[in-house]
């Protein structure tokens, strides 16, 4: 295999037509030259500078190696430049994926902070449930998934690193015209007889976390309706066909022919958190990120509720 250091030096032997000059440019010395050229030589196999009183010449397989040298030291030096700039996240790509409502939520925080900091970052958002996002994750196919679990039963994957986020609480959430919409002190086991939608289990711990609630209420809930989609589970309850309980981040955006109740301590919480590659290079642009998740979450968190509430 041919030396890249020893291209360089046949390419400036061959800019400035000596080995002195060679020398000169390079901060050699010249016997370390014609030491180099030598070496090369033997590398390749063939003769590739001709020496003579005159000075040297190259010959016809040395002036081929040398414009093959040109396009491997460019394509080097280009690969130096943009390892320096995804170093200096002044360049690069991330790639992301996130379940609907922290898409809706949590990342344009996230990614409006990130290209305020790093605007030469090349930045892709992609919704994915959070079975289907790990996956992704662990496919090589992103570099940050975000994902969810209930506070009782967290997932466990040693191919993932879990950067926590925020905690998510899930509001109780009625059609305006319930009976128990204006009620004081509303409790979960007053709607122990309530039709309940909710989210689909094969995506999600939403269900899990309804079904452990409303055992700590003393009730088994009649599950009506599943979806991952939240505002079309908005929809069902202003229309009557059950109530719901529905994560924080799921509510930025809440219709007005619904009502919104804090349960207060049995509120039932999910965690959210950003997910990496464990025990793998983590790339600046990457860390970056995770910070920023982690400030928008906390940020997030410290504000919530009031704007919960005031929906």
Do not use: C, N, W
């Given at each position: 295999?041919?030396?890249?250091?020893?291209?360089?030096?046949?390419?400036?032997?061959?800019?400035?037509?000596?080995?002195?000059?060679?020398?000169?440019?390079?901060?050699?010395?010249?016997?370390?030259i014609s030491q180099q050229i030598a070496a090369l030589e033997r590398e390749a196999g063939t003769i590739l500078v001709e020496r003579?009183?005159?000075?040297?010449?190259?010959t016809e397989a040395g002036t081929a190696l040398?414009?093959?040298?040109?396009?491997?030291?460019?394509?080097?030096?280009?690969?130096?430049?943009?390892?320096?700039?995804?170093?200096?996240l002044r360049?690069?790509?991330?790639?992301?994926?996130?379940f609907l409502s922290a898409a809706a939520s949590l990342m344009?925080?996230?990614?409006?902070?990130?290209?305020?900091?790093?605007?030469?970052?090349?930045?892709?958002?992609?919704?994915?449930?959070?079975?289907?996002?790990?996956?992704c994750l662990k496919a090589g196919e992103c570099d940050v998934a975000l994902g969810l679990e209930s506070s009782f039963h967290p997932v466990v994957d040693e191919a993932i690193e879990k950067t926590m986020l925020l905690d998510d609480p899930m509001f109780l959430v009625l059609p305006c015209d319930h009976r128990l919409a204006r009620k004081p002190d509303l409790r979960l086991a007053d709607l122990a007889d309530e039709s309940w939608l909710q989210g689909d289990t094969a995506t999600c711990p939403d269900t899990m976390i309804l079904l452990r609630a409303a055992t700590a209420a003393g009730f088994e809930p009649r599950i009506a309706f599943q979806s991952n989609d939240y505002t079309a589970i908005q929809g069902f309850i202003a229309a009557g066909v059950g109530v719901?309980?529905?994560?924080?981040?799921?509510?930025?955006?809440?219709?007005?022919?619904?009502?919104?109740?804090?349960?207060?301590?049995?509120?039932?919480?999910?965690?959210?958190?950003?997910?990496?590659?464990?025990?793998?290079y983590r790339a600046p642009a990457t860390a970056a990120m995770l910070e920023i998740l982690e400030e928008v979450g906390r940020d997030y968190e410290r504000g919530r509720r009031k704007l919960a509430l005031a929906s």
């Open positions: 295999m041919l030396d890249v250091k020893r291209l360089r030096v046949l390419r400036e032997v061959a800019a400035r037509g000596s080995f002195s000059g060679a020398a000169e440019s390079l901060s050699y010395t010249q016997s370390a003579s009183a005159r000075g040297v010449r190259l040398v414009r093959h040298a040109e396009a491997i030291l460019a394509r080097l030096d280009a690969a130096e430049r943009e390892l320096e700039a995804i170093a200096g360049g690069g790509r991330l790639r992301m994926v996130a344009p925080l996230a990614i409006a902070e990130f290209r305020r900091r790093y605007p030469a970052v090349e930045l892709s958002l992609e919704p994915r449930e959070p079975p289907e996002g790990m996956d719901g309980l529905i994560p924080d981040l799921a509510l930025a955006s809440v219709r007005d022919d619904i009502v919104i109740r804090d349960i207060g301590d049995q509120a039932p919480s999910r965690r959210i958190y950003a997910a990496s590659l464990a025990g793998s």
